[in-house]
DNA sequence: TGGTATTTCTTTGAAGGTCAAATTTATTTT
DNA sequence: AAAATAAATTTGACCTTCAAAGAAATACCA
């Protein structure tokens, strides 16, 4: 009982606020102009190859009108690159700028110290536990989205 | 290192995807218009007694501007009362109607279900190691919020 | 008492983010 | 070549948010 009201809580600050807290994260001196969507957009596009609209919406499960004016946001704070595929042009080719780059791996950061908060004095058998919570969580919402 | 990919993998779809998931969860036939945000702030309000806006706002971490819109929404939708109080005019009272108190129940449901689904096949042992884990998550976002 | 300050809430203006539907441009199919 | 399909953008509408300004009521104090 004592449990599930503390998981209780929990969820619901995480639920209520977890937008607000990544973007405190987000938003340091260097990145002020950078908003939690442009980062989850960076995100996607990955310092990989660069990849086409299409590609990168799905991902993140936006419509391609909604990426293109997200792509449109990180053109113009000098994030991203845009640019025309020569084997089919009516492909859009998106990668990310050298700043990008710096911004991916700066949100990385914050990822690599949320888990490491998380699993601050677990022993490795006690990390498996953890894990199996969160398949299972993962599962729900998996359950939650397929219904 | 497995663990630590698997935890970076859940965290970033529950930060992207986190409020989609909630808003399939709420949205069924009966609640079709009934928004995450609306939802939020029916939560925040509470099935007790009546509360003044600038408590819920702070609640919500919003501006009071802000809830004045979101009580708008919920009043138009016959989700919650708005009430100037006797004893001082300049205060508003807002509480949820019956509708906005099902709704309410409704989205505890869902969070008794994630739960349920988070805590399943976890014995009590396992569910304190997920309440301690979880506690340093929130503690790690508190810092943060801190800083 | 009467005037100023404070408090509570709403309004306004601006900016992001989202979608569905219409449009444009390019490629594929027939 | 014409029609169908595909990729991306544009448009119009809605929701959420904030900061700042405004309105109304109460508190303070001289």
Same mark, same amino acid.
Do not use: C
């Given at each position: 009982?004592?449990?599930? /009201?503390?998981?209780?809580?929990?969820?619901?600050?995480?639920?209520?606020?977890?937008?607000?807290?990544?973007? /405190?994260?987000?938003?340091?001196?260097?990145?002020?102009?950078?908003?939690?969507?442009?980062?989850?957009?960076?995100?996607?596009?990955?310092?990989?190859?660069?990849?086409?609209?299409?590609?990168?919406?799905?991902?993140?499960?936006?419509?391609?009108?909604?990426?293109?004016?997200?792509?449109?946001?990180?053109?113009?704070?000098?994030?991203?690159?845009?640019?025309?595929?020569?084997?089919?042009?009516?492909?859009?080719?998106?990668?990310?700028?050298?700043?990008?780059?710096?911004?991916?791996?700066?949100? /990385?950061?914050?990822?690599? $110290?949320?888990?490491?908060?998380?699993?601050?004095?677990?022993? $490795? $058998?006690?990390?498996?536990?953890?894990?199996?919570?969160?398949?299972?969580?993962?599962?729900?919402?998996?359950?939650?989205?397929?219904?």
């Amino acid at each position: 009982m004592e449990i599930e /009201q503390t998981l209780n809580e929990i969820f619901v600050k995480l639920f209520r606020n977890i937008n607000t807290i990544e973007e /405190q994260a987000i938003r340091t001196e260097e990145y002020k102009n950078v908003t939690t969507n442009d980062m989850h957009v960076i995100e996607a596009i990955g310092i990989g190859s660069p990849k086409n609209m299409t590609a990168v919406a799905k991902e993140l499960g936006v419509t391609t009108g909604t990426l293109t004016i997200s792509v449109n946001s990180l053109v113009k704070k000098g994030l991203a690159d845009r640019v025309r595929s020569e084997e089919d042009r009516r492909v859009v080719l998106v990668s990310l700028s050298k700043k990008g780059v710096k911004a991916f791996r700066h949100h /990385q950061r914050f990822h690599e $110290e949320m888990i490491e908060a998380v699993m601050e004095r677990l022993t $490795e $058998e006690e990390k498996v536990i953890l894990e199996k919570a969160l398949k299972n969580l993962n599962r729900f919402f998996r359950d939650k989205a397929a219904e």
